[in-house]
Structure formats: C-alpha cells, structure tokens
C-alpha cells in the first residue's frame, strides 16, 4: 500500500464547477498535512496547510479527518488558472528533518 | 525573487557519463533535500542534509551522492547517468522543526 494515495485523474470541469480531491494516507502517527500545487514541467507550490479543524483560503478548502486517514481539498468556482496537479503530502519524519511524503498527484483541467 | 535556485535548469548528459546539479538558497534553512520526480510521479526523496549531517534513504542509488559545502549550497552527483535516471531533480529547503518545504524549479536532465 502506497503511503499516501490520490486518485491520479484526470478531472476535467466547466469554469465555475465545484470539485474535490481526496487523499488516503497510511501512517497514523503523521502530523502535519499540505496540499502543494504543480504546473506542468515546474516545481511544487504550497497551497495550504490542512489542520484538525478544517481551513479555508478564499475558493479553497481543505479538511482532515485523522480518524479515517483522509484529507480531501474542495475547489469552488474552479478558474482556468487552477488547471494543475495537486499533490497531498503528508510529514512523516521526525520535527527536526520535516521528511515529506508526495501522492502521486490529482490532476486537474478546467476547461472555458 | 527565488529564494531556491538550482542550476542548470535543463542538463543533457551521455549515458554513464558523471553530472552535478547544483542548489543554493539565501533562505539561510538548516535542511536541504533532493528529489526525484518522473513524469506522471510523486516527487521521491533521495536523500537529505540537517546542517552538515547527511541522510541517505534506503532505497536511494549509490550511483547519487550529495554534498553541502556550506549551508548555501548543496550538489547532487550522479556518477553514472543511466538511461532511467532522466527525470526532473528537484532541490527543497526547511527550517529546522518546520515541516514547509520550499522548492526551486528543478534542473530537467536529460540521457542520451
């Protein structure tokens, strides 16, 4: 079983669509979880930081619930410019070294 | 202006012949990371410096080394380039005690 697993797509939505991304991991002793985004040919981008009580920045929203290992990201009013790969990354490592884990990554075109 | 900067950002290499990528950052972060990411796949940890003590992962290559002359820089080596190490390489920096990464843009190497 992969340590963090997303489902790799692709969605493809209207302009304005709401859309949700999920994202499974395997270690119940992580605790720190983020959401990175990543254009195509480029590096990954922090998008958010994903706490216990869920979080909003604007259209997006991400919560977890550590009960089941789940973290998902809602995107409302998606724009063409969220077209890109959102990678669910879980910290395993001890609180010195940050040690990340990627998913593989959801992908995501939204279309005019 | 980029706080994580690797160079070159495209590297073409003969197959078997020796490459060094090159990272540096003015963030002035204890941590420094290199990554492997292929096309259509999470970003895969090789390896990691805390200040000057080096962290292999278990399943990272002998053919990749690293090197951290100081805190600004750090080297990815790969001694024999074969046909399956082209991938993008991507070079992170962390506090210590922080679980935020930040990337450069990565150097795209290329076997022939």
């Known amino acids: 079983r992969k340590e963090v697993e997303q489902d790799p797509g692709p969605f493809n939505v209207p302009e304005g669509a709401t859309v949700a991304f999920n994202c499974t991991y395997s270690?119940?002793?992580?605790?720190?979880f983020f959401w990175y985004r990543q254009d195509c040919r480029k590096e990954p981008k922090l998008l958010m930081s994903?706490?216990?009580s869920g979080n909003e920045d604007g259209r997006f929203t991400a919560q977890l619930n550590r009960a089941s290992q789940y973290i998902s990201l809602l995107i409302r009013d998606s724009k063409l410019s969220d077209s890109a790969t959102y990678l669910c990354?879980?910290?395993?490592?001890?609180?010195?070294?940050?040690?990340?884990?990627f998913g593989q990554g959801t992908t995501l075109q939204v279309k005019p | 202006d980029a706080m994580v900067i690797q160079n070159p950002r495209y590297q073409v290499t003969q197959f078997g012949k020796p490459v060094t990528l090159s990272c540096s950052q003015t963030?002035?972060?204890?941590?420094m990371y290199w990554y492997q990411q292929k096309s259509s796949q999470a970003p895969k940890l090789l390896f990691h410096?805390?200040?000057?003590?080096?962290?292999n992962e278990a399943d990272t290559p002998d053919n990749f080394q690293s090197r951290r002359p100081n805190t600004s820089f750090c080297f990815l080596d790969i001694r024999s380039p074969g046909l399956g190490d082209a991938a993008m390489y991507l070079c992170?920096?962390?506090?210590?005690?922080?679980?935020?990464?930040?990337f450069g843009a990565g150097t795209r190497l290329s076997v022939l």
């Open positions: 992170a920096t962390s506090r210590a005690g922080a679980y935020i990464q930040y």
């Open positions: 410096y805390y200040d000057k003590d080096f962290n």
């Open positions: 270690n119940s002793a992580s605790q720190s």
């Open positions: 963030l002035n972060h204890n941590v």
């Open positions: 990354v879980v910290n395993m490592g001890s609180s010195n070294t940050g040690k990340l884990i």
């Open positions: 994903v706490y216990s």
